[in-house]
């Protein structure tokens, strides 16, 4: 199947508009997605900034509270009868914020003399937990790395020293924060885990999650996080990120100071890109009728252009078979291009026809004796014997023709060569073939003729030139071999071999006669070779 110039127009101005849409929508849908992304990882950035802050002042407040409820009960310390009033500082710190899951007050020596929550039922008993022994020693204020209390839970521990007016160290206040059960934590982050999987999440300065939505995340140890890696090295920022659940995360950082602590705001990447896909479907929908009419235009104009090329190139086409001169003058050319090929058409179509001719008659003649050549001959009896048409060949060299042209030259050669197409033409009728078959041999193609009148065709030849004085001066003679079809045989190659070898015999048995069949009806068994 051929494509026309009409479709291929239409063809390349809708892979054009295709493209240009396609190259729009993918343009404007990759911005978009630049951009969300970076919004998104923006606000994150923010947010985790904004939640840092806040925790840092938290956390700051918290200690400031610490230190003064420190100074407080300084006096309180050393003597029991002033115990009541460590609960009554102990219950007012636990209940006044609501900052602390739990207060105790310890002695220098470990033990807890108060304690709010009293349900607790520490009082009395020695503070040897990872972060109580840590801020006993420390003798300074301390926030805890997570650990497990003497309750079983896990917890943060946020503590004050308390010191005597002369400096004497007399033990510590502090407050716990229970990771995995409600605490200040998670009225300060706020409730972030939303249904498309946007949450907040805190690491210490190990890399351990102290804060997440998901309570049983806590406590797990994520220093491969490319995110927590980053706030491991004090840094706050934004990225792009896989996490350890390997999902694909933009997320904002931000570094806690105070208390070495990081915060990360995330958000998959996915929910944040989905209104891009939604962005591109309302592009497309809205850029269907533009394209629609675009097509249609498209399709007009194409057919206007190409409908004067159109017939030009079907009556060029099928100018090789009947001249199409009228009918190309007729063909409605209103552009350069289309007028000026009509032109070039029109002048080379008639050369064309011309040189056709020409040739035709000069790839079936012969340009010598102007006989038709063997491949005339060849078509000539291939169509014959398709239409069943029975013939006769008749196979005639002139006898001794190297002698003619070895005593009188070529030139006379060649003027005998065209002597004996003259006979051949005038011995023959306008149905039969007269062909030359290659040097001084030819062949008579006789139409509807059996072999006994092919032959008497060939006894009319062979003595009408024998009579006659050639153009070298001298008499020459022809030998002739005669088959028929399908009389003889019904195989092309076969029946010309036959009539060949009937020349052979000729020549062989002195020359100078046409021979048609042997008697016994076989081949004689002389070779082309031994009679040449």
Known sequence: MKLSLKHLILSVALISVIFTLCNSTLSGYRISQKTLIENTLETNRVYAQKLASTTEVFFKMTLQTLELSSK???LYMRSDEFKPKLFQEADRLKNQTNTFNSVVIVAANGEILAASPQTLDIVGKSLDSTGGQQALNGKRPLISKPYLSITGRLII???YPIFEEDGKYLGLIGGTLY???????????GEHFYKDGSYVYVV????RIIY?????????HVPQNPVVQKLLKKESGSIRVTNTQNVDMLAGYAYIPAVGWGVVSQRPTAVSLAPTTDMMKEMIMKSLPYLLLSLI????ISKVIAQP?????????SSTQNNQDESLKKVRAWYYEAIQLKKALTYSLGFFHDKVDYFTYQSKTDPLTKLTNR???????QKWAENGTPFSIIILDIDHFKRVNDTFGHTKGDEVLKFLAEQMREVSREEDICCRYGGEEFVLLLHDLNSDEAFQVAEKLRKKVESTVSPCGDIITISSGIASYPVCTTNLSVLFEMADLFLYEAKNTGRNKSVASLGNHQLPSVSADAIR
């Open 72 to 74: 407080n009960i300084s």
């Open 157 to 159: 521990f946020i503590s």
């Open 179 to 189: 990771l995995k059960e409600e605490n200040i934590l998670s009225e300060i982050l």
């Open 204 to 207: 210490d300065e190990d890399g």
């Open 212 to 220: 997440h939505q998901m309570q049983e995340r806590i406590n797990d």
């Open 297 to 300: 235009l498209i399709s007009l």
């Open 309 to 317: 090329l159109q017939k030009l190139a079907f009556f060029t086409e």
């Open 375 to 381: 491949r005339t001959l060849d078509e000539e009896t």
